[in-house]
Each structure stands twice: as structure tokens, then as C-alpha cells.
């Protein structure tokens, strides 16, 4: 199982960056996705997930309305639209699948594993 996390980049706050993860070496389409994010100096923190069948979707509060999580089961791939970036969402983002299959989606990082390489994104006011 590989995820390999793009996209990101150093930005002006209030610009837009999608991020992509494509996964390879297992069934996509049966397990949820996740964006997790970390700032230097803080613990790992839930951004986005969602569910197998692209359903369903779930934030953290600090993203709604801002970021857009989304997949393509064909392309093997997970997207995290983020508009409207804030120099507080700076940090490495990562994502992940969801330990189990069908497993719905959860805010906890205990319940993914196969962490993709992170992407750095940097916001500047």
C-alpha cells in the first residue's frame, strides 16, 4: 500500500491549492480517506475524510466551507480543494486510508494507517 500526497506549495492568504493523494497497491474504492495536517511544534490534527463511496464527508471546523474533500475511485485518487488559505492552516499535510474496509469515516487518527509522504503547505499573510 503507497499514498503519495502533491500539491502543495507556499501561498498568499486568501489563495487556493488542491491537493492530490494516489494510491496504489490496494482496492481504492473500498476504504475511506483522510487529510491530516501538522505545524511545527503541534500534534497532528484531523482536516478532512471521506467515506468509500464518496458519500459522505466530514470537516473540521476550522476548514468548513473553506476546503472541499473529494476522490475518484477510477483515478485511484483523493483530493483536498482548499480555497481561502489562512496562514494558520501552514503545516504538512497527509494523507491516509482508513484501517478498515468499509470502515466509515472517523476524526481520529488511530483509525487510519498507510500514511502517505506529507505535502508542505505554506501560507503567508
Known amino acids: 500500500v503507497q499514498l503519495q500526497a502533491s500539491g502543495g506549495g507556499s501561498v498568499q492568504a486568501g489563495d487556493s491549492l488542491r491537493l492530490s493523494c494516489e494510491a496504489s497497491?490496494?482496492?481504492?474504492?473500498?476504504?475511506?480517506m483522510a487529510w491530516f495536517r501538522q505545524a511545527p511544534g503541534k500534534e497532528r490534527e484531523f482536516v478532512a475524510a471521506i467515506s468509500w463511496s464518496g458519500g459522505y464527508t466530514t470537516y473540521t471546523e476550522s476548514v468548513k466551507s473553506r476546503f472541499t474533500i473529494s476522490r475518484d475511485n477510477a483515478k485511484r485518487t483523493a483530493y483536498l480543494q482548499m480555497n481561502n488559505l489562512r496562514p494558520e492552516d501552514t503545516a504538512v499535510y497527509s494523507c491516509?486510508?482508513?484501517?478498515?474496509?468499509?470502515?466509515?469515516?472517523?476524526?481520529?487518527?488511530?483509525?487510519?494507517?498507510?500514511w502517505g509522504q506529507g505535502t508542505q503547505v505554506t501560507v503567508s499573510s
Open positions: 491516509a486510508r482508513r484501517r478498515e474496509k468499509y470502515g466509515e469515516i472517523t476524526l481520529s487518527s488511530f483509525d487510519y494507517g498507510n
Open positions: 497497491g490496494y482496492i481504492f474504492s473500498l476504504y475511506a
